[in-house]
């Protein structure tokens, strides 16, 4: 943990990091809130995870707990790597370790970065319904991973998880819940239209905005006026 940190901090970049501060919403009241950078890219922060992917799951935990993004960001890659490497019990072993320590990727490139390929993966077999559990968390980050991990199933041309949790959030309240969620079906869209379009006409009235914008942004321009108009 401390030579991760130490390996981290070789490279901060002050003037980066006040600007990721401020694109990350750390301010009071917002949802990043307390968040403190280091401003380090990721491409950056991901190589010196590389160097450290053999730390024990001990090591990775007090790094998620720290208040440094970069370091709770190079823990939760370390897990991927352990998934990507593992055997099927390391493997369960992570997808366990990263669903308890959920609200410890409490950004939302940590969920992104991470949800798809630890839980998606993990999940593509398996039974589904701790995504479900996670749509009605009162957590967002563990919202956002219920609504990402849906990725890797869309990756695979199978997309009734994503719908079904897509339309249990459509009231959710928050703003990067609304842009999870159209992200997610704009990618269905891109692999059958159709379905996309289905899901949109039952609920597009009713949608966030935010949520219908992102869906749609890839759609041609009369056909996205015309949901945006209400007359789709």
Not at 210 to 222: D, G, S, V
């Amino acid at each position: 943990m401390e030579g991760l940190r130490k390996e981290l901090e070789k490279l901060a970049d002050p003037k980066q990091a006040k600007l990721l501060q401020g694109y990350f919403k750390t301010g009071k009241g917002q949802y990043g809130e307390g968040d403190v950078f280091l401003g380090l890219r990721v491409g950056k922060t991901r190589k010196i995870a590389k160097k450290f992917s053999a730390m024990a799951l001990g090591g990775v935990k007090k790094s998620l707990y720290s208040k440094l993004h970069e370091e709770r960001l190079a823990a939760l890659l370390i897990l991927v790597q352990k998934f990507e490497k593992g055997d099927e019990a390391a493997k369960k072993k992570v997808f366990d370790f990263y669903l308890a320590n959920a609200k410890r990727a409490n950004n939302w490139d940590l969920v992104d970065l991470t949800a798809p390929k630890i839980a998606g993966k993990w999940l593509l077999e398996r039974d589904k319904g701790i995504l479900y559990r996670l749509a009605g968390s009162d957590n967002l980050w563990e919202r956002r991973i219920a609504v990402l991990s849906t990725s890797a199933f869309i990756n695979r041309g199978e997309f009734e998880d994503c719908l079904k949790i897509s339309e249990k959030l459509l009231h959710d309240e928050h703003d990067l819940i609304h842009k999870a969620v159209g992200w997610m079906l704009r990618e269905i869209g891109k692999k059958d239209l159709a379905v996309e379009e289905s899901f949109l006409k039952k609920h597009y009235n009713v949608m966030p905005r935010t949520m219908l914008r992102y869906a749609i942004e890839k759609f041609p321009e009369p056909r996205r006026k015309a949901y945006l108009l209400g007359k789709a």
